[in-house]
T-cell receptor, first 116, second 114 residues
Framework: DGGITQSPKYLFRKEGQNVTLSCEQN?????MYWYRQDPGQGLRLIYY???????QKGDIAEGYSVSREKKESFPLTVTSAQKNPTAFYLC???????????????FGPGTRLTVL | QQQVKQSPQSLIVQKGGISIINCAYE??????FPWYQQFPGKGPALLIA?????SEKKEGRFTISFNKSAKQFSLHIMDSQPGDSATYFC?????????????FGTGTRLTIIP
């Protein structure tokens, strides 16, 4: 059963603590993405990675960090430097370099992070 | 800088009616225009997508209309059903290797009433 898994579904943390969100995919996709979703603002790209051991900043990377040590995994760390971390975080993946029409991004179920 | 503008922010349609959501873009290099559907507490799921070499694409009750000269595209949901109640996002990308990242609109919350 192929897909993208994110864990946990709900996460609560105290202000000032770093927290790591998990994202795993078994679709054999090269590219993975992290988005943040806030009400009325759509999806904003945090980081993306097109190959293992390489990643690029998105539009709102400040206060976040990522790693891509394995093709299947792209964890996101929300650091204490992120001023407003409470949000719904979505991970996605896609193939790269394929023919036109194959660059669809597939999303995981999301993690809702609440910082108390 | 928001490169994809989506309207309306919310929409209420009677069951059986036509729901229409519009998007406009600025970057003429955009080459791929998907629409995503998202239910509360879930991740978005691809609904339908179009490339600029066609002006319309239809899949079941869902149709994308694309106007390249106006830099606009829209989603039409025919015979709207209560199960269509969700948030819809348009998006765009330049496509091709290394350009798969999407720019999303701000979303439209659609409610279908009986």
């Amino acid at each position: 059963d192929g897909g993208i898994t994110q864990s946990p579904k709900y996460l609560f943390r105290k202000e000032g603590q770093n927290v790591t969100l998990s994202c795993e995919q078994n679709l054999n996709h090269d590219a993975m993405y992290w988005y943040r979703q806030d009400p009325g603002q759509g999806l904003r790209l945090i980081y993306y990675s097109q190959i293992v051991n390489d990643f690029q900043k998105g539009d709102i990377a400040e206060g976040y960090s990522v790693s891509r040590e394995k093709k299947e995994s792209f964890p996101l760390t929300v650091t204490s430097a992120q001023k407003n971390p409470t949000a719904f975080y979505l991970c996605a993946s896609s193939i790269t370099g394929g023919p036109r029409g194959t660059d669809t991004q597939y999303f995981g179920p999301g993690t809702r992070l609440t910082v108390l | 800088q928001q490169q994809v503008k989506q309207s309306p922010q919310s929409l209420i349609v009677q069951k059986g009616g036509i729901s229409i959501i519009n998007c406009a873009y600025e970057n003429t290099a955009f080459d791929y225009f998907p629409w995503y559907q998202q239910f509360p507490g879930k991740g978005p799921a691809l609904l339908i997508a179009i490339r600029p070499d066609v002006s319309e694409k239809k899949e079941g009750r869902f149709t994308i209309s694309f106007n390249k000269s106006a830099k606009q595209f829209s989603l039409h949901i025919m015979d709207s059903q209560p199960g269509d109640s969700a948030t819809y996002f348009c998006a765009a990308s330049t496509g091709g290797f290394g350009n798969e990242k999407l720019t999303f609109g701000t979303g439209t919350r659609l409610t279908i009433i009986p």
